[in-house]
């Protein structure tokens, strides 16, 4: 019984995401598709790369992930010199579970222990759906012979982005968000390894508008409501969050639209 996971910006308020599951279901009854993460149109490719990094620690070997956005990500493509193309679908293959995507970057970010196919399909149309129309068939495929060489040919040739990294700038340790919860809650790109190395002292400030922390907490509620605080996740990246509110919310400003860049200063004392 595979499990299948769907990480895509359809929203369930259309008929799309129906249609993309019935597909899987017909092509395979016994599957459980799971919804690691869906209607989120601010969703970028940074975001799904923690979402599908996180989520894979959880699921089982010859699980197979489906990963398809468009909204934010064609306002990254158009940041960037290379041009994805439209009609390639890469299939990953990283700790004994298949990640199928478009040619669009994300699986230049999974780290080095990958294998990247090139995947084939006799499409001459090429359906502008593919997550509904050519996807299902490659799960169902995938899932069939367990073998990715099955289904495309090893390549190195795709699409790259770059991982944005934290670093340490004279006494302060620069991070940035790289995903934002439903909560509000900001995940930075900072590692615990990480802010350890940079902080062995564990002595800091972040000064943010009318309040400054200066420690780590271990849990949401040992603060007061509404009172910011710093945590490390259960997937090991700090996040900056206010009890009870929208840390987002409150620190970004809704005219960066869906450019929500943030930027943290960690200052080390």
């Not at 620690?57 to 909204?71: D, E, K, M, R, Y």
């Not at 700790?95 to 970057?105: R, V």
């Not at 802010?195 to 509620?221: D, N, S």
């Amino acid at each position: 019984m595979p499990q299948i996971s769907l990480i895509t910006d359809l929203l369930t308020r259309d008929p799309f995401l129906g249609m993309v599951k019935s597909k899987l279901y017909a092509l395979l009854p016994q599957a459980q598709v799971i919804d690691l993460s869906m209607g989120d149109t601010e969703l970028d490719l940074i975001s799904a790369v923690y979402i599908l990094k996180t989520g894979l620690t959880c699921f089982p070997p010859g699980s197979i992930h489906l990963v398809a956005l468009q909204n934010n990500t064609d306002r990254q493509i158009l940041q960037h010199e290379w041009a994805p193309d439209a009609k390639r679908f890469l299939l990953c293959e990283t700790a004994s579970q298949f990640i199928i995507t478009p040619d669009n970057g994300l699986v230049s970010l999974l780290g080095e222990d990958v294998r990247i196919y090139n995947l084939f399909y006799d499409n001459p149309e090429h359906s502008k759906f593919y997550l509904r129309d050519l996807f299902p068939h490659f799960a169902a495929a995938l899932n069939s012979s367990q073998n990715a060489d099955s289904l495309g040919v090893l390549t190195t040739s795709y699409a790259r982005l770059t991982w944005p990294q934290p670093f340490v700038q004279g006494n302060v340790l620069k991070g940035q968000k790289i995903y934002e919860d439903a909560f509000g809650n900001l995940v930075t790109n900072i590692t615990k390894d990480m802010f350890m190395q940079a902080c062995p002292k564990g002595r800091f400030e972040v000064i943010l508008p009318g309040a400054i922390i200066t420690q780590l907490h271990a849990y949401y509620y040992d603060v007061d409501l509404g009172q910011p605080l710093l945590l490390f996740n259960t997937a090991g990246y700090l996040e900056l969050a206010i009890r009870g509110q929208s840390a987002a919310a409150l620190l970004i400003p809704r005219s960066m639209g869906s450019n929500r860049f943030f930027q943290i200063h960690i200052h080390l004392l």
